[in-house]
């Protein structure tokens, strides 16, 4: 599920990213909770599919008809729309299984805040990596700096 505005094209490799870390949370989720249930990877991952692709073309129609709801809820009824995203995806898949409303409810807010902890240490690994490059860089200038102040040439100024 996801909270943010970060909803990247289909066709992008951010989307196909956060497939994965959806699917790899799904079935964190399955392994520690009884509310749900996944046959295994490959259904973890058909799953995480069908999220997205339900999140990318249904979830926003979902939002549009439910604004009144939205701003009343100040936008708590997200939640419920995540639920309902949950359970069609339940019902699509047969080697995923919720077994009801408040169980896809929860399983959304899990799989959310799981999905969220993967992402942020990833985005903090390049975050690092990006950092050390710059260092790096920046240290390299500096060294051919040196070099440039560095000549053979003698001074021949006048020291009177």
Do not use: H
Request: with cysteine; charged share 20%.
């Amino acid at each position: 599920m996801n909270f943010s505005n970060d909803n990247p094209s289909i066709l992008s490799a951010r989307f196909w990213v956060k497939t994965l870390i959806m699917a790899i949370s799904i079935f964190i989720t399955c392994y520690l909770f009884s509310f749900a249930k996944v046959d295994g990877v490959l259904d973890a991952l058909l799953a995480a599919l069908i999220i997205s692709l339900l999140n990318a073309f249904l979830k926003p129609v979902l939002v549009l008809f439910s604004l009144p709801i939205m701003v009343t809820t100040l936008g708590l009824f997200n939640l419920v729309i995540n639920a309902i995203i949950i359970l069609l995806t339940s019902y699509f898949l047969k080697g995923f299984e919720v077994y009801g409303f408040w169980d896809a409810f929860l399983f959304s807010i899990i799989i959310t805040v799981i999905s969220f902890i993967i992402d942020l240490t990833i985005k903090l690994y390049q975050t690092k990596k990006q950092v050390e490059n710059t260092f790096k860089a920046n240290k390299s200038n500096n060294n051919l700096e040196d070099k440039v102040e560095e000549t053979d040439y003698e001074d021949v100024t006048d020291k009177d």
